[in-house]
T-cell receptor, first 117, second 115 residues
Framework: EDKVVQSPLSLVVHEGDTVTLNCSYE??????LLWYKQEKKAPTFLFML????IEKKSGRLSSILDKKELFSILNITATQTGDSAVYLC?????FGPGSSNTGKLIFGQGTTLQVKP | DTGVSQNPRHKITKRGQNVTFRCDPI?????LYWYRQTLGQGPEFLTY????????KSRLLSDRFSAERPKGSFSTLEIQRTEQGDSAMYLC?????????????FGPGTRLTVL
């Protein structure tokens, strides 16, 4: 069965710290891996990764994918209190064993990050 | 606001009642998805539309659930004879691959509480 596992489940840091969030997956017919940030509302899109070894960056956030080892990491440098949120990792996969369609996102449990002043 | 919108944002109902939620995707997005999220968990896929065609349904979607997307624009999700286990956040997302790489953009969700 397809699954996505994130670690740690929760993390408490102080402003200015650097954090690394992990996401491992076992998914049939992998298409892409996506990271979202959720702050008590809708998940907001951060990154989509399709190729191994190519880092994507947006400000203090960066992410990379390893398709051989089946994992991704999300790094946040110089954390701020506004980074406090649940970070969700999702993998796009086939809808089911008998389906040729892809597009279903399989989410991990999320990592809850709390950044203290 | 040109994002995904959902109505209502909150719904409280009694067990056994029917409820209907609406999702308006980003205009021109031809794909629309429904997910359900319970506390402390990531969203779980429920169903998927490409234009007006419902192409995929999760086994989580029992026969009490039905979704439509007439004319390929907005979508509705109806739950009949609600049960307490239906209490969750119902999220709608839309996308327009391949131009945007099938990044799914989520609406604010409808939080359902079944008493």
């Amino acid at each position: 069965e397809d699954k996505v596992v994130q670690s740690p489940l929760s993390l408490v840091v102080h402003e200015g710290d650097t954090v690394t969030l992990n996401c491992s997956y076992e998914v049939t017919n992998f298409r892409s891996l996506l990271w979202y940030k959720q702050e008590k509302k809708a998940p907001t899109f951060l990154f989509m990764l399709t190729s191994s070894g190519i880092e994507k960056k947006s400000g203090r956030l960066s992410s990379i994918l390893d398709k051989k080892e089946l994992f991704s990491i999300l790094n946040i440098t110089a954390t701020q209190t506004g980074d406090s949120a649940v970070y969700l990792c999702a993998v796009e996969a086939r809808f089911g064993p008998g389906s040729s369609n892809t597009g279903k996102l399989i989410f991990g449990q999320g990592t809850t990050l709390q950044v203290k002043p | 606001d040109t994002g995904v919108s959902q109505n209502p944002r909150h719904k409280i109902t009694k067990r056994g009642q029917n409820v209907t939620f609406r999702c308006d995707p980003i205009s021109e997005h031809n794909r629309l998805y429904w997910y359900r999220q319970t506390l402390g968990q990531g969203p779980e896929f429920l169903t998927y539309f490409q234009n007006e065609a419902q192409l995929e349904k999760s086994r989580l979607l029992s026969d009490r659930f039905s979704a439509e997307r007439p004319k390929g624009s907005f979508s509705t999700l109806e739950i009949q004879r609600t049960e307490q286990g239906d209490s969750a956040m119902y999220l709608c997302a839309s996308s327009f691959p391949p131009r945007q790489g099938n990044e799914q953009f989520f609406g604010p969700g409808t939080r359902l509480t079944v008493l």
